[in-house]
Every structure is written in structure tokens, then in C-alpha cells.
């Protein structure tokens, strides 16, 4: 069972950057489409970028574009957001997950990653 775990959190002010990460624990990471999503309080989680098996990113957020980088290396197994131009809307703890390709399935339905970590908590302030 692969295990994710984010890091890079903090707390940051208006205009900032920080670059978070996520680990993955096994090899099976190479071969999953991998996601960076958000949640702050009392809101639902939600997607901010998205990228395919080879590093390709297919989604950004709208609120995100322009500011935020999502990458991968997958010889290092790891997941990159690279987060600048931070404002106090993009506070949240932030999630890495992962979804397998199978049929029947799509990279934009949350509910069809399989694999997520603990999240990390990102705080903007003015």
C-alpha cells in the first residue's frame, strides 16, 4: 500500500511563495495520475492541479493560474506545488493523492484518488 506524505507547509505573508512537497513510498507512484487539492475550513476539498504519469500538468485551478507550478520527478518518487504570489483565499491544509488509471475512471473526480496523505497546513496572512 503506497503512503503519501506532504511537507513544506507554513506560514507565509500576502505575495510569498512556498513549495511544497509529497513524498511517495513505493515505485507504484510512476504510474499514477497525481493531484495537489486544498481544503480550507468549512469548505469542501477541492482540486488545485493535476498532473499525468510523465510530468504533464492537465489541470490548474482557475484561482491558481499563473502562481502556482505542479511537477513531479518520478525517479525520486516525489510530487512538487511550487506556490507564489500567495493571497489569504489560498489558505488551507493542502493534500497530495493519486489516483490509479482504470476504467471508469476520471482525473477530475476527487472521489476517484486512492491514495492521499495527511495534508500540510498552509497559512497566508497580511
Known amino acids: 500500500q503506497m503512503q503519501l506524505a506532504e511537507s513544506g507547509g507554513g506560514s507565509v505573508q500576502v505575495g510569498g511563495s512556498l513549495r511544497l512537497s509529497c513524498a511517495a513510498s513505493i515505485h507504484t507512484f510512476r504510474s499514477l495520475t497525481m493531484g495537489w487539492f486544498r481544503q480550507a475550513p468549512g469548505k469542501e476539498r477541492e482540486m488545485v492541479a493535476v498532473?499525468?504519469?510523465?510530468?504533464?500538468?492537465?489541470y490548474y485551478d482557475d484561482s491558481v493560474k499563473g502562481r502556482f507550478t505542479i511537477s513531479r520527478d518520478n525517479a525520486k518518487n516525489t510530487l512538487t506545488l511550487q506556490m507564489n504570489s500567495l493571497k489569504p483565499e489560498d489558505a488551507a491544509i493542502y493534500y497530495c493523492a493519486g489516483q490509479t488509471r482504470r476504467l471508469g475512471t476520471t482525473w477530475s473526480n476527487i472521489r476517484d484518488y486512492d491514495y492521499w496523505g495527511q495534508g500540510t497546513q498552509v497559512t497566508v496572512s497580511s
Open positions: 498532473t499525468d504519469v510523465r510530468g504533464t500538468a492537465i
